[in-house]
């Protein structure tokens, strides 16, 4: 099998997203599956959807590009702003997109009007974390000018949270939030179909004690992908962390004297520090380097140590005699190594089906004379 590879076991994406739902589902809060991180990985969107997202979102076009071509019709977002350069695409394949630009607003208008469409705006609030986002004493303004452009429809607000700032948003933000959607409606009147309330950030507070009012939709990438919190990195109870591993080959091995007189890296600190080496008998080398993952997110297998790496090499110490040449080693990832990864030329993605695969469009008929490539 080749290496470096990602396997990802659809099941568990499928169970992650399909926990966060039937969570927030008595809040009324709907999950939007954010497949950013996986490049629109279409097999990853089918299993967040399988869960019950109820339409998914994206950064780029590119990504959005490729779950539309492997035949996902779902309601996709765009949930960068656009590029002005990009309008004419993201109005042929996004049902919405988030804004904060009236040029870019009316650009999409333009567009959708030449396609003979209508595009959903979603105006993103800047509520804190110091990213996108209009400032809320400018959203009623900008709304009201959304309202009379022809092919654009005012769908909704949102905001996003710790992202930049890496704070989590208190319930007196989300209260704000929710404020805002009421002062908009009062102002122009439309009835504001999605209030959106931000990341996986926001999960303690949505799923808290307190009231979480209009805010009806929330954009989940990490939560569903890899179990976690963001801003804290714990483990979201019933969540599986495992649903991606990424496997790398053993190139050189060799009883080499210990301990090495080398600076080690601690990957949970992120930073470089020195380790004693006690009980590190082998020094392995790896066909994986920084060329293809973030080395400082992955976590080691039981019984192995970071010692380093460069572009294409990862150097790892191990006390285990198993690991021999050609041995294949599986780490865990965090977000960071995930997103690099992921889109890592060399690495080829491997998901682990556990239902029937959905039949593409471009393959439906006489599919058993087609040979795979
Ligand atoms: C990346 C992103 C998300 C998803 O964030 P996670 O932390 O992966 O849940 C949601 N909204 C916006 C605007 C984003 O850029």
Redesign the pocket.
Known sequence: MNCPRIEVDLSKIRRNTQTVARRLGPREIGVTG?T??VCGHPAIAQAMLDGGAFGL?D?RINNVQRLRQAGITCPVTL??TPMLSQVDEVVQLCEAS?NTEIAVIAALASAAIRKDKVHGIIL?VEMGDQR?GILPENLADIARQVMKMPGAVLKGI?A?F??LSRIAPTASQMASLYDLANEIEGVCGPFLKTVSG????NLPWALGSQDTGRINDL???????LGVE?VSGDRIGGMHTDAFTLIAEVIETGEKPAPFPIALVDPTLAKLRIVPTNGVSTRLILAMGHQDTDVLGLSMPEGCIMIGATSDHLLIGANRSTLRLGSEVRFQMN?KALMHAMAAPDIEVKPLYDLPVKQPRQIQGKSEHLTLV
Do not use: F, T
Request: proline letters at 4%; a positive charge; one cysteine or more.
């Open positions: 954010v950013k991180a979102a950064a949930i960068r988030y993103m996108d949102g996003n710790a992202c931000g990341n996986s950030a954009r989940l990438g990490e939560a569903i992908l963001p977000y």
